[in-house]
C-alpha cells in the first residue's frame, strides 16, 4: 500500500478534507501549468480492469490495483468530459468548504447550471464521478472524501457501541447510545468520515440478513455476549463496509461474518467486505475489513446440525467456480478452496435461517455460543 492510502486512513476529517483539497488543487495547478505552456492538458488515473488487479497478498489484506494508467489528453472528442471532471471537482471543493454534501442524483441535477457542460443523464454522471474518484485515489482518496455519498441505505447497528456524531449546521456533538434503540436500530449514514466511536465490546458481528439481525437484535444478543451487531443487508453499502472497517480499527475488536452458506453469501457477501472486489480495487483500502473473519454458515455446518438445504442452481456452481479458478482472495487460500469444493461436491446451499429448524431461538442459544467458543476454527 502506498504512502499516501496509509496516511488518509489516519487522518483525522479534518486533516482528511486538507488532503481533499490539496489533491483537487494539485490536480487543477498541473493543468493550468499545461495550458499556459500551450501543451494539452492531462487526467491521469488507475488503469481499472481485473487485468491490473494484483495478486491477493495476505500482508496488505485487500485486492490491489497495479501500476498501469490510463490518461485522458484534452481534445475535440474529449472537451466537454473534462470540462465536467474539472466542474465536479470544483463543486467537491465547495462541499468542503460549507461543510456539506451530495448524492449522485444531487450532483447530476447541479450540472443542469453547468451550460454546456450539463450531463444529459445520471448515468454520464456517474460515470465521470468514478473517473474522478480514480483519479483521486492516486492520492488515498475516495468518493467520500469528496463528499459525494451514496444513495442507499447503509446498514443497521444494535449493541455495546455509542457513536459519537455532530450536527452538520451548527458542530454540535451528537452521542447515539446503540443500546437504546427499543426493538429497532441505528441506521449507518451514507456519510461516516467524521463519526468516532465509543465501546466496550468484544467483538462485531456482521449479519448478512435482516430477518436473522431483528432476532438477534430483538432478544438483546448483544447484551448476552456484549458485542456489536450489524446488518449487511446482503452485499454491503460502501457506508456499511467504511463504518465496520473504522469502527473495528478504532475499536481494535475482532469482526465475524454470519452469512448464508452459499457462494453468493461466501464469494459476494463475505469476500466484498473482507478484501473488496476487483472492480473498486483502487479504493479498497479504505472500505475493506481484512480483520474480518468467517464465522459461518459453513460446509461443515450443513452437516453437524442437519441444516434443510436448496440444490445450487447453475448460477450458484458458476459463481463458485468462478472464485475457485480467479478469484485472487480464494486462490490464496487453501481452507477456502477446500470449502467450496465441498460445497459443490455436496450440490447445495443453507440458508442462516435453516438453523430455525431446531427452534426460533437455537441460533442464540446453542449455534453462536458453540462457534464463537472457537474463533481459531473460522475461515479466513
Known sequence: MNKAKKEIAKMTPEQADKATV????????????????????????PQRSLKNVLPFRKRIGFLELGDKKKTRTLSVNTVKTFAQSLKMMGLSKELVATNDFATKRDAYYQSKNWGTAAFKDQPESDTVMDDIEAMMSRYGLGREHLRYVPDEHGGSVAGALKVHDRDLETGEPEIIDCTRF???????????????????????LCVETAGMFQRLQSHKFWRKKNCILISLGGVPSRACRRFVRRLSEQADIPVYAFVDCDPYGVANIYRSLKVGSGNAAHVNHLFCVPKARFLGVTPDDIKKYKLPTHPLKDIDVKRANDALENDPFFKAHPRWQSAINRLLKMGVRAEQQALARWGLNYVMEEYLPEKLANPQRFLP
Do not use: C, M, Q
Open 182 to 204: 427499543g426493538s429497532g436500530a441505528y441506521s449507518i449514514p451514507s456519510w461516516v468520515e467524521h463519526l468516532n466511536f465509543e465501546t466496550d465490546a468484544e467483538f462485531i
Open 22 to 45: 490539496d489533491a483537487i488543487n494539485k490536480v487543477a495547478k498541473e493543468i493550468y501549468k499545461d495550458i499556459k505552456k500551450e501543451r494539452a492538458p492531462e487526467l491521469v488515473s
